[in-house]
């Protein structure tokens, strides 16, 4: 079976600070992974997939098969980047479905 | 290009009542599947439709169904409605039946049940 695990409910950092937001997972096939963000007010909205290899707003995020890791990494953290991030494993070929981890809320703080 | 709508915003029931759902995917997208996030549960996938066929369905009893119309909007029903049911509804389409593809959420049905 699929698991994402988002290991930080909560995360606070100050304006300018790195920022890694964590996320692992179990799957045994070959993984597709996402982070998807949800600022206030807003709905749910991709911010990048691995399989793109691109920096969004500044994030990046790297697929380590050995370690079973997908972390999210921005260098220099904004406070608009203050809102809920949720990391998803894409899983099941025909069978195909999301399966989010519960979330971090990020607080950049000024 | 107009997102992904749902309604109603906000739904009331009681236990043992039963709760329509309604999606309109983006123009175009064929695919769409509803999300059950639930107060410390998170976002747990519930159904897959595509092409008016049910693809895939998450971990949730048959009470809860739906269907996808000619026109790709999509139906969420849920029978025998439960207080722990009380969830955002969450509805997101994507253009292909591909892995990897993007999917745009909506921005979700507040069922509460009383």
């Known amino acids: 079976a699929q698991r994402v695990t988002q290991p930080e409910k909560l995360l606070s950092v100050f304006k300018g600070a790195p920022v890694e937001l964590k996320c692992n997972y179990s799957?045994?096939?070959?993984?597709?992974l996402f982070w998807y963000v949800q600022y206030s007010r807003q709905r749910l909205q991709l911010l990048l997939r691995h399989i793109s290899r691109e920096s969004i707003k500044g994030f990046t995020a790297d697929l380590n098969k050995g370690e079973t890791s997908f972390h999210l990494k921005k260098p220099f953290a904004q406070e608009e980047d203050s809102a809920m991030y949720y990391c998803?494993?894409?899983?099941?070929?025909?069978?195909?479905?999301?399966?989010f981890g519960k979330g971090t809320l990020l607080t950049v703080n000024p | 290009e107009a997102g992904v709508t749902q309604s109603p915003t906000h739904l009331i029931k009681t236990r043992g009542q039963q709760a329509t759902l309604r999606c309109s995917p983006i123009?175009?997208?064929?695919?769409v599947y509803w999300y059950q996030q639930a107060l410390g549960l998170g976002l747990q996938f519930l159904l897959w439709?595509?092409?008016?066929?049910?693809?895939n369905r998450g971990n949730f009893p048959p009470r809860f169904s739906g269907r996808q119309f000619p026109n790709y909007s999509s139906e969420l029903n849920v029978n025998a409605l439960e207080l722990e049911d009380s969830a955002l509804y969450l509805c997101?389409?994507?253009?292909?039946?591909?892995?990897?593809?993007?999917?745009?959420f909506g921005p979700g049905t507040r069922l509460t049940v009383l």
């Open positions: 123009s175009g997208h064929t695919s």
């Open positions: 998803a494993l894409g899983s099941g070929g025909s069978n195909y479905k999301l399966t």
């Open positions: 439709y595509d092409e008016g066929e049910e693809r």
């Open positions: 799957y045994s096939g070959s993984p597709e």
């Open positions: 997101a389409s994507s253009l292909e039946v591909v892995s990897a593809d993007t999917q745009y």
